[in-house]
């Protein structure tokens, strides 16, 4: 039998990062996001710089979180562009959650330009302290 020491869910958000990050060629595709574990909850944070909050646009689906916005050129009639490098039109990314994260109580804001998705984490997943038994109570453990 082989024990180890491994964190589901910063397994789980390396796989998607790398997965991600093979798929744009290293690039985030619009949308960067950190992703930070914490005690009774996971942060997601994506960056969104000068994105109407109005076209944000965060759902949930059989274990993928998916969030999505929309940056519209507001170019007036005689506006000549001559330099493009911001991205417009809609970004869409997707993340697999863990079946530890409680998919029915995510809460989702948006200000100076990052959107924060907050997922608890289920009271079952959650560490908790193991008791020791001692005396007579072990022979009915051990074998």
Same mark, same amino acid.
């Given at each position: 039998?082989?024990? +180890?020491?491994? *964190?589901?869910?910063?397994?789980? %958000?390396?796989?998607? %990062? *790398?997965? /991600?990050?093979?798929? +744009? ?13 914490? @005690? =009774? $909850? #996971? /942060?997601?944070? %994506? *960056? /969104?710089?000068?994105? =109407?909050? $109005? ?5 949930? $689906? ?19 562009? %001559? /330099? ?17 994260? *409680? ?13 924060? #998705?907050?997922?608890? #984490?289920?009271?079952?997943? @959650? ?8 005396? @007579? =109570?072990? @022979?009915?453990?051990?074998?």
């Amino acid at each position: 039998m082989l024990l +180890t020491t491994i *964190d589901p869910f910063v397994q789980e %958000f390396e796989r998607q %990062f *790398d997965r /991600l990050a093979r798929a +744009t060629l290293g690039e985030p595709a619009g949308m960067p996001m950190d992703g930070v574990r914490r @005690k =009774d $909850d #996971v /942060l997601l944070r %994506f *960056d /969104l710089p000068g994105i =109407d909050p $109005d076209s944000i646009e965060v759902t949930v $689906d059989r274990g993928v979180l998916t969030v999505g916005a929309r940056r519209e050129e507001a170019l007036e009639e005689d506006d000549r562009p %001559f /330099l493009r490098e911001r991205r417009m039109g809609a970004f869409t990314r997707r993340v697999y959650l863990s079946e530890h994260l *409680d998919a029915e109580r995510i809460e989702a804001g948006y200000s100076g330009g990052v959107l924060t #998705v907050r997922i608890p #984490v289920l009271e079952k997943a @959650k560490p908790r302290k193991v008791e020791v038994r001692r005396g @007579k =109570d072990v @022979k009915a453990i051990v074998a």
